[in-house]
């Protein structure tokens, strides 16, 4: 009997039923084929769950207890960044975090590593209030002990502010490629920073293990949280080593992931975090206590091309980051990959989370996926998955070695050139960019469209995690369409009733302008004749043919004979059928359909031009 007064006047139905139900739909497919996908971890995702038996919570942020917004102070300009960091506070964000030159969050611009320059960007800051979260590298590992002076100088009490002051020297080593010395001389000195700021009062988070060089490159969920478990171990063992008690160093770090727009696998990887770390702990003897997760909205899902469709990726991201239970999240604005943001870009990120907390709620409920039979299976899987990825370092002698041997980086290369080719076929699909791209959008104002990735170049490339954008390949398409003297175009020529061709018509439009091809559509055609004197008058130099099978086995051969004297560059929409031969002696030189290379098309397509 149903618990819903409503459903209980009908009988339940079972997962068989439902399962004949589906199989009638597909008439002898493959059910895991067609209905089953998977993640780049190899997870099996199912159509259907039932509520998970038994589930408990996971503790992670206090219940009822909003997370921290955090907005990013990235600018060159120590007085501009003042201004925003004032404007950002006093327009509902509760803290800052701060980007330096060589830190992993470093997208192109940074504040200058410096003391006054971190000094002028808090003036007026009261940093015994605001939440500040410090994004560092190599280049401005000296920004914990400034922050430390300022506040001081400024007669502010040690215990009294909430600072995360970020060291990450195993982040750093993993971004660039390599360090100047190797960790075990590096580790002393790490536990030393971070003792001494202890000795000054600071009861604070100190050192970060931090998952975002491993998505950013690429990298799967599992593979950025044995990451972050990797880092966290190696940090504890330096602090214990260093002299402080394990519960000491424990407390003394916290953690960073990426949120993307894949709702279900960020809430998953952000509750798995916390059971992963639960597990090390009681490995470790320790009684396990809720750690602190900061997220940021994930760098390799922005674009350039139609950047405001970023404002939706942005929106799932935070709310799939709050519903993991995040402490704290930063928000990329929306045009951050153009350059860098304007006011208004930062105040959408900024209200993005004002709206979700205050308006929707969404920290009210503690753990609201937990009983959730599909994240409660995404959470279980990712973690087996993630340990014994974690396993598999420490067996190589822990993360410092797996880097400087390159076991990890070759994974998520591995993954990498996976993703890369599912976006060049459309199987992973972005919006704006690859699909329905918006061929006539007007570019986006930035303040600075000069980013600067240069800071401190990798000793190694191949030892490095690359930054990426998954839409990278296809803004390149893009440019290089903007950059010829006249916009290029393609005509599609209609054969036969719409009926016969809008669907192709529609899915060559889409395919041709993702790489910045204006699609010229003509009238319904059914003379050869026609469609040479419409390609002559659209002023194109590129042809597709569009229509049914049915249709191209009776008139493609013909039709594509005119569009070739008629000095054409001809496609035609669809498989190349049993006519192949004839299509190609006809002029057709290619086909574009669902599943095929669209990056290699595209550019062989800008090259006829």
Same mark, same amino acid.
């Not at 410090?134 to 215990?159: Q, T």
């Given at each position: ?77 120590? !007085? #501009? +960044?003042?201004? *925003? @960091? $004032? ?5 509902? %964000?509760?803290?800052?975090? /701060? ?15 410096? !003391? #006054? +320059?971190?000094? *002028? @960007? $808090? ?5 015994? %209030?605001?939440?500040?979260? /410090? ?34 020297? /195993? ?439």
């Amino acid at each position: 009997m149903s618990e819903l007064p409503l459903a209980s006047e009908f009988p339940a139905a079972t997962r068989d039923e439902w399962r004949k139900l589906i199989d009638a739909v597909l008439k002898g497919a493959p059910f895991e084929k067609k209905l089953v996908s998977k993640t780049y971890d190899g997870i099996s995702i199912q159509p259907l769950y039932e509520r998970a038996k038994d589930a408990k919570r996971i503790a992670g942020r206090p219940d009822g207890e909003p997370w921290a917004v955090l907005q990013r102070i990235d600018f060159r300009d120590p !007085k #501009e +960044a003042n201004k *925003q @960091a $004032l404007r950002d506070l006093e327009n509902g %964000a509760t803290g800052l975090t /701060l980007v330096f030159p060589g830190a992993i969050g470093n997208y192109g611009f940074a504040l200058p590593a410096s !003391k #006054e +320059a971190l000094a *002028q @960007a $808090l003036d007026q800051v009261w940093l015994d %209030a605001a939440e500040i979260e /410090l994004d560092i590298g190599p280049a401005s590992k000296d920004a914990p002990y400034w922050l430390a002076e300022i506040a001081r100088e400024r007669g502010i009490d040690p215990a009294k502010t909430n600072f995360r002051f970020d060291y990450e020297p /195993l982040g750093a080593i993993a971004h660039h490629g390599g360090a100047g010395r190797p960790w075990n001389e590096k580790a002393p000195v790490f536990a030393a920073l971070i003792a001494g700021l202890k000795e000054q009062g600071f009861d604070s988070r100190f050192a970060c293990a931090d998952g975002r060089v491993v998505h950013a490159s690429g990298g799967t969920e599992a593979q950025e949280l044995a990451f972050v478990l990797a880092c966290g171990v190696e940090y504890m063992r330096a602090l214990e080593a260093g002299g402080l008690s394990l519960d000491q160093a424990r407390d003394a770090l916290f953690f960073r992931l990426a949120a993307d727009a894949d709702q279900f696998l960020t809430i998953a990887k952000f509750r798995a975090l916390r059971k992963l770390w639960a597990r090390v702990e009681e490995a470790s003897s320790l009684t396990p206590k809720p750690i602190f997760i900061s997220a940021e909205t994930a760098w390799r899902m922005m674009t350039k091309r139609d950047p405001n469709v970023n404002m939706l990726r942005m929106a799932i991201a935070v709310t799939a980051a709050g519903f993991g239970g995040a402490n704290a999240i930063s928000v990329l604005p929306h045009t951050a990959a153009l350059g860098l943001p304007d006011g208004f870009a930062r105040r959408v990120a900024r209200n993005t989370q004002t709206v979700l907390l205050e308006e929707s709620n969404l920290f009210r409920v503690g753990d609201p996926a937990a009983g959730s039979g599909g994240i409660e299976t995404l959470t279980s899987r990712l973690c087996e998955t993630a340990w014994k990825l974690f396993q598999e370092i420490e067996a190589a002698g822990g993360i410092a070695i797996a880097l400087s041997s390159g076991l990890l980086q070759k994974q998520v290369a591995e993954t990498r050139a996976m993703r890369m080719r599912n976006i060049a076929i459309r199987k992973d699909p972005i919006t704006g960019v690859s699909e329905f791209p918006n061929i006539g959008e007007p570019r986006e104002q930035v303040l600075d469209d000069k980013p600067d990735f240069d800071q401190l170049q990798p000793s190694d490339n191949s030892l490095s995690l690359p930054r990426m954008r998954m839409s990278e390949p296809f803004e390149a398409l893009r440019d290089a369409a903007d950059a010829m003297k006249e916009r290029p175009k393609v005509f599609l020529a209609n054969l036969g009733k719409a009926a016969d061709f809008t669907a192709r018509t529609t899915f060559a439009r889409n395919f041709f302008e993702a790489g910045g091809i204006v699609a010229v559509p003509s009238e319904a055609l059914a003379l050869p004749e026609d469609a040479a004197k419409a390609f002559k008058a659209s002023g194109a130099k590129l042809a597709c043919i569009c229509s049914s099978d049915e249709i191209y086995a009776a008139q493609a051969v013909n039709v594509a004979k005119a569009l070739k004297d008629a000095g054409a560059s001809i496609w035609l929409a669809g498989r190349a059928g049993e006519k192949e031969e004839a299509d190609k002696s006809a002029g057709i030189g290619g086909y574009i359909y669902a599943g095929c290379d669209v990056i290699a098309a595209l550019k062989g397509a800008q090259k006829a031009l």
